[in-house]
């Protein structure tokens, strides 16, 4: 999942695994994905029956590169993983390639090989979001990609689909359609895929810049996208201030639910960092929306005196919707849900923790979110989302390195976790994917 760069600044102020299987190429330029796919979320799993938990490795996109799996999507009886950009093998500049991987279970792993259709452009911008792949969901037109590019006017959203998840295409879209877009997260929904996030005036923070808003971007397929157009509940307070790329409030995460889609998200006090440091702490509370059909959103505000930190993942069971994150300082640790039972009403929960939560997903009319503890990944069940009891038998990883991100998804036999871990020394082992059975 993306996160907002008032992450990065707040932490500025205040992986080694099972040998899985070696990286293989596929093709990656494909022709235009079928519309008529079905839209379902949910892959079928491998004929091989799994009867405990596995831990396997995610292989490096080529050799000597770290594999940076950030997010993973399930549809048409396939898994496909995405993340970061990496270098050709043999050089350390000019254009990047963002990353994709493919599994039939979860197990074994393959990864796309680099192609001219998966450039990011060369270097990185020194503050904002940075190149490379960060979301990626399953729909009627297939898997749909969402990332950044780098370009000669600066970093500008990119959207990549493919039908199979194995060949694929860039998606061509008017700049004007995500212009001042801050995009962070997509889900099959509403006309076909729902992408939100937030807006920003490219002059912001200057005096007389329009303030932000939340946004929110549609597609039939995955190849037209239009930017819904802005409505009364989108505002989301002024702008933070970072000294650099300034950051606001927005939507962070959307789910599909029986009666339409909903989004977590947060509005945000006008706050300048560099005269006060701990000025975000106070700012920012939870958001929510509601959506019969993706293009017409109802603003929820919980209005709930919440400690600081994010709400930045969400799903639905059935009829529950929980939202989790936690919060910013590590003392105390606490972990927050936000829960509902008709997306109208909500409840905030909270409990002291070692780290927040780092996701949540929806499995068999329960809920189950993850955390990272100290280099491990830690899974956590909830039938309401007010309580949560860690699973047992979750395999650990070596000691060391810490887990930088991951993402959570239910297959139809199996919870599939894909995540990587900063300052591993062996590039093979960074990338990794925690595979487990329902019910254990």
């Not at 491998?46 to 999507?73: C, D, M, N, Q, Y």
């Not at 396939?78 to 093998?89: D, F, K, N, T």
């Not at 990864?111 to 969901?137: C, H, K, M, Q």
């Not at 500008?156 to 997260?185: K, L, M, N, Q, Y």
Request: net charge negative; aromatic share 8%.
């Amino acid at each position: 999942m993306i996160r907002f760069i008032v992450t990065v600044v707040l932490a500025t102020l205040l992986v080694a695994a099972c040998v899985g299987p070696g990286a293989t190429s596929v093709p990656s330029s494909s022709p235009s994905p079928s519309a008529t796919q079905s839209s379902s979320a949910t892959a079928t799993a491998s004929a091989t029956p799994l009867t405990g938990w596995r831990l396997v490795t995610i292989p490096p996109p080529v050799a000597e590169r770290w594999p940076t799996p950030t997010a993973v999507a399930a549809g048409g009886g396939r898994l496909v993983a995405v993340g970061g950009p990496v270098h050709p093998e043999g050089t350390i500049e000019g254009p990047m390639y963002g990353t994709i991987w493919t599994s039939a279970d979860g197990l074994a792993w393959t990864a796309v090989g680099l192609d001219p259709i998966l450039e990011v452009g060369a270097g990185r911008p020194t503050s904002g979001p940075e190149p490379g792949f960060s979301e990626v969901a399953y729909g009627p037109g297939g898997f749909v990609v969402l990332g950044h590019e780098m370009t000669g006017q600066g970093i500008r959203v990119g959207i990549w689909r493919s039908e199979t998840g194995e060949a694929w295409e860039r998606v061509h879209v008017s700049e004007a359609v995500f212009d001042g877009g801050r995009p962070s997260a997509v889900t099959a929904g509403g006309p076909g895929y729902v992408i939100v996030g937030g807006w920003l005036d490219p002059d912001a923070p200057r005096d007389g810049a329009a303030p932000p808003r939340a946004a929110v971007w549609t597609s039939p397929d995955g190849d037209a996208w239009t930017r819904v157009r802005d409505q009364d509940g989108f505002a989301v307070g002024g702008y933070v201030d970072t000294g650099e790329t300034p950051d606001a409030g927005g939507m962070l995460d959307v789910t599909p639910t029986e009666a339409g889609l909903v989004a977590v998200g947060r509005t945000c006090k006008g706050v300048n960092l560099m005269e006060d440091p701990m000025g975000l702490v106070s700012s920012c509370r939870p958001l929510i929306w509601t959506s019969e059909n993706g293009t017409k959103w109802t603003r929820v505000d919980p209005d709930l005196d919440a400690h600081p930190g994010n709400v930045s993942f969400i799903a639905a069971a059935g009829a529950r919707i929980a939202a989790v994150g936690g919060g910013w300082s590590d003392d105390p640790a606490v972990r927050y849900t936000l829960r509902s039972g008709d997306g109208t009403t909500w409840r905030w929960d909270e409990d002291s923790a070692s780290s927040p939560f780092e996701g949540i997903v929806a499995v068999r009319g329960k809920l189950m979110a993850t955390s990272h503890e100290t280099g491990q990944v830690g899974l956590w069940a909830s039938t309401t989302g007010a309580t949560w009891t860690a699973v047992a038998d979750v395999p650990s990883m070596s000691k060391g390195p810490s887990v930088r991100e991951s993402d959570v998804i239910a297959l139809d036999d199996r919870v599939v976790i894909v995540g990587w871990r900063e300052g591993e020394e062996d590039s093979a082992q960074a990338g990794f994917a925690i595979v487990g059975p329902f019910g254990r």
